[in-house]
């Protein structure tokens, strides 16, 4: 009787949940949720609340049938967890140092300089252009943010462990006082500071994760050089450290955050039920056919860079194109997500001559529903390998369909890391290759900006990132409704021109699914 109740419950909160998404519409039963206007990221917050509830639907079986007359049968048919009321097994303790994620643990490792394509931190660093900031306050509003945040105040040991230090690395922001100088020296001297910090390597072991500086210009203009270690963030919590901090400069007041901390998180991470079954799935899948890295033309063996340089190529989808992907893609049934990345993949087929290959992509496995986690600064990524597999005369929308079914049956697996998979790989092939270097990290849903930082701050206006073992990193942004391709690329490996052709050749396919129908041949 009691699971009864539990799942009555749970069929009212699905219900209530999309009238609030939907004000005012009528929502008919067997209509699919993602064409009407649903997102991803909501469907991932819905599995979160349900599972508050002890009712366990995983993201990948709401988005096999994104119908309100499906989420109900699969409430009816689940198996109830009795412990919606259970207290968490968790000790609280004052040590402030604790164990590392997969991934935390993965970049650590790329950090040294033995390691193919290593030698650099994960490391992410973007410039935001702006006029009349005040020094003073923004120096204070980011020594608030940083003892707001313990993550921004997180050391990372020699004996692998993660600890948070009372005080932040530094309680400075560098200033660069070019105003004195004419506009084509202070240009060359911005380059310089590009230089300087965009691929530095952050001193994690004493602390340093992350850093701010200021650069005043002619005529008050200035320029803000934000960097951070990905050990302790990932892009959602990038947009809160540019949310906060400038609300803290305006002098807002913020929410105070529960003291559930990142360690907490990690240590519930450790109770995942799945865990086995998800092993046992990946152990099943990688002993199913020979794995090997994408076969992309190479200038140079990865083992024959020194130093390891990532440059930017970015190409935009203006808005009004922007929107009719996002219609092809819900009336297929499908998301915007899955249509880039079955578009990357046929792009990568094309230049690998290869059938069979996989693909990284970053999860952000950050509990939405949950209010102790939806504003942390942390790093909540997990790494998912999707295969992708070439079928000759295929259409466009049969790729979609095989690389939407593939994602959503490996991410209903995800309690085994992607890390781990890849360990399980090198293991059974006997070798250290990275067989996944090529990433697709689709960010569509985590806006960097705010009106606020925009109006304090001024528009972000450079930004690259860097992620040792990686290839090409595939990122998409949105900023002012148009769709950000941006491509993060170790130029050294490859030969001249290769790169421009192959995002030359991805912008056109996207830009060709606006102008034609799916579903005849690419």
Request: net charge negative; hydrophobic share 40%; charged share 30%.
């Amino acid at each position: 009787m009691e699971f009864s109740n539990v799942r009555k419950e749970a069929k009212l909160l699905v219900e209530d949940w999309l009238k609030s998404i939907f004000v005012g519409m009528k929502i008919l039963e067997d209509e699919n949720l993602i064409e009407k206007g649903l997102s991803s990221i909501q469907v991932m917050q819905l599995s979160g609340k349900l599972k508050k509830l002890g009712i366990r639907i995983s993201f990948a079986e709401l988005m096999d049938d994104p119908s309100l007359f499906k989420w109900l049968e699969l409430i009816d048919n689940s198996k109830v967890k009795n412990d919606k009321n259970k207290k968490s097994s968790i000790i609280k303790s004052n040590d402030n140092k604790f164990e590392l994620t997969d991934i935390q643990y993965s970049y650590l490792i790329g950090r040294e300089d033995d390691q193919v394509l290593g030698g650099v931190g994960c490391h992410a660093y973007l410039e935001i252009d702006g006029e009349n900031i005040k020094e003073d306050r923004l120096k204070k509003a980011w020594n608030k943010l940083q003892y707001r945040h313990p993550m921004l105040r997180a050391k990372f040991t020699k004996d692998g462990y993660q600890e948070i230090m009372g005080k932040p690395y530094d309680e400075e922001i560098e200033i660069f006082d070019l105003s004195t100088l004419d506009e084509e020296t202070s240009s060359l001297r911005l380059i310089e500071i590009r230089t300087q910090l965009s691929h530095r390597k952050l001193n994690v072991n004493e602390g340093q994760v992350a850093g701010l500086s200021l650069a005043k210009l002619l005529n008050n203009k200035f320029r803000i050089f934000f960097d951070i270690d990905l050990l302790v963030s990932d892009v959602m919590s990038m947009s809160i450290i540019i949310k906060e901090l400038a609300e803290l400069y305006s002098d807002v007041s913020l929410d105070c955050l529960d003291s559930y901390t990142f360690k907490e998180y990690m240590q519930d991470l450790d109770n995942n039920s799945n865990y086995e079954d998800d092993k046992l799935f990946w152990k099943q899948k990688i002993n199913s056919f020979e794995i090997e890295r994408p076969n992309l033309p190479l200038k140079k063996q990865p083992e024959q860079i020194k130093e390891t340089k990532f440059t930017r190529r970015i190409r935009i989808i203006e808005k009004e194109q922007w929107n009719t992907i996002k219609s092809i893609a819900a009336s297929y049934k499908s998301t915007p997500s899955m249509v880039l990345l079955t578009a990357y993949a046929l792009i990568l087929e094309r230049w690998c001559n290869q059938k069979k290959f996989f693909i990284n992509i970053p999860l952000f496995n950050r509990d939405l529903s949950n209010e102790n986690l939806k504003n942390m600064v942390g790093d909540f990524t997990n790494i998912l390998l999707v295969e992708y597999e070439s079928v000759d005369d295929s259409s466009f929308l049969d790729t979609l369909k095989r690389t939407n079914k593939t994602f959503l049956e490996n991410v209903s697996h995800s309690a085994y890391s992607g890390v781990q998979v890849q360990r399980d790989i090198s293991r059974k092939q006997g070798t250290s290759v990275n067989v996944a270097p090529v990433v697709f990290a689709c960010n569509i849903d985590y806006p960097l900006e705010t009106e606020l930082s925009r109006k304090e701050f001024g528009k972000l206006s450079y930004m690259i990132s860097q992620t040792p073992g990686v290839w090409i990193d595939f990122q998409t942004y949105v900023v002012d409704g148009d769709l950000i391709l941006c491509w993060d690329t170790v130029d050294e490996l490859f030969p001249i021109e290769l790169l421009d052709d192959m995002i030359n050749s991805l912008y056109t396919l996207l830009i060709s699914l606006t102008l034609t129908i799916i579903g005849g041949k690419e």
